[in-house]
């Protein structure tokens, strides 16, 4: 029996039968979960990535057949199907395929407060010894006091 290739899905074990499985890629990244039917997300570290799913840490509390909306990445509200929990681990399975690369590369935050380079030039500082730097009547000028 040949060793199976990387480009090619591996087949699993599972009961009597073989089924057929992406190959996984070995990650640590964050995810944003939170249940179909709403409420606050939680964080939780995935550890393996699949186009098909992903194995998240601290999973006690999900159940099997349960559906999640997950945010990984640049991947927004991915649906997914709790597939096994044990030893507070999760194996999920996404609804649709992903592209594994956006879900690692990291997501697009809008700042929240202006970025040094978008602060106006004409803005001038009102406290403590700056206010006072370019004051030509300043006490003691360049050459000292």
């Not at 060793?3 to 964050?30: F, I, K, Q, T, Y």
């Not at 249940?35 to 570290?45: D, E, F, K, S, W």
């Not at 509390?61 to 597939?83: K, Q, Y």
């Amino acid at each position: 029996m040949d060793p199976p290739r990387p480009d090619v899905e591996n087949p699993v074990r599972a009961g009597a039968g073989l089924v057929s499985r992406n190959n996984r890629e070995r990650v640590m990244l964050s995810a944003d979960v939170r249940t179909l039917l709403g409420g606050t997300a939680a964080r939780h570290r995935v550890r393996d990535l699949s186009e098909d799913g992903a194995r998240l840490d601290n999973a006690r509390l999900f159940a099997t057949g349960s559906r999640l909306l997950v945010t990984i990445g640049a991947l927004h509200d991915l649906e997914a199907l709790v597939v096994w929990v044990r030893d507070g681990q999760a194996g999920i399975r996404f609804a649709h395929r992903i592209d594994t690369g956006l879900a690692r590369s990291k997501a697009f935050i809008r700042p929240t407060e202006p970025v040094r380079s978008q602060i106006a030039a004409d803005t001038v500082p009102h406290a403590g010894w700056i206010a006072d730097l370019n004051d030509p009547y300043r006490r003691g000028g360049r050459t000292g006091r």
